[in-house]
């Protein structure tokens, strides 16, 4: 089974020249944008990928603007508008030391250095200075935990576990 991976959002076009604007959802923009880059286009509510290459990339406010080959006017480039942008696992490199893909942390258990399980990863925040993990707790209640090394001590992205110290209070 081949998997592919989230990159951004066609969130409009830009210009009447077939640009688009990507609300992007990867921290390596300019290798997932750069030109020549294979990206795979799913359509709103369609199974079907679409591969396309990439023109040219710029940036311009919060938004990446790509330009696609055989997407030359703001007609083509409507037709793609609300679509995901994605990656074949394949383009994905390798990562430094204690740095992870999304994928690989998301579905995560999360459990304390005591054995107390705490929940599941849903979802990852990046406000700024380091990542923040949402833990999906029993009771339905979030448990929100910085991805820093006093608290996360340990990741194992194969049997999907991740155990931490969790200082005082960040549980309550």
């Excluded at 023109?55 to 311009?60: K, V």
């Excluded at 790509?66 to 990562?95: D, F, P, R, W, Y």
């Excluded at 849903?122 to 448990?143: F, M, Q, Y």
């Amino acid at each position: 089974m081949e998997n592919y991976y989230n990159v951004g959002k066609i969130v409009n076009t830009h210009g009447t020249r077939g640009e688009v604007r990507v609300l992007s959802r990867t921290d390596f923009p300019e290798e997932r944008y750069k030109k020549g880059s294979i990206l795979y286009v799913q359509k709103e509510n369609q199974k079907d990928l679409l591969e396309v290459k990439v023109e040219s990339h710029r940036t311009h406010k919060q938004f990446d603007l790509l330009t696609l080959e055989n997407v030359a006017s703001m007609t083509e480039a409507e037709a793609l508008k609300n679509s995901i942008l994605k990656v074949h696992e394949s383009s994905l490199g390798e990562l430094a030391e204690n740095e992870y893909y999304f994928h690989e942390i998301i579905g995560c258990t999360v459990s304390t250095v005591d054995g107390e399980e705490i929940g599941n990863i849903s979802e990852i925040l990046t406000p700024g200075a380091n990542d923040v993990w949402v833990v999906k707790r029993k009771g339905g209640k979030e448990a929100y935990i910085p991805y820093i090394e006093q608290v996360v001590l340990k990741v194992n992205v194969e049997d999907k576990v991740v155990i931490i110290d969790p200082m005082e209070g960040l549980l309550d």
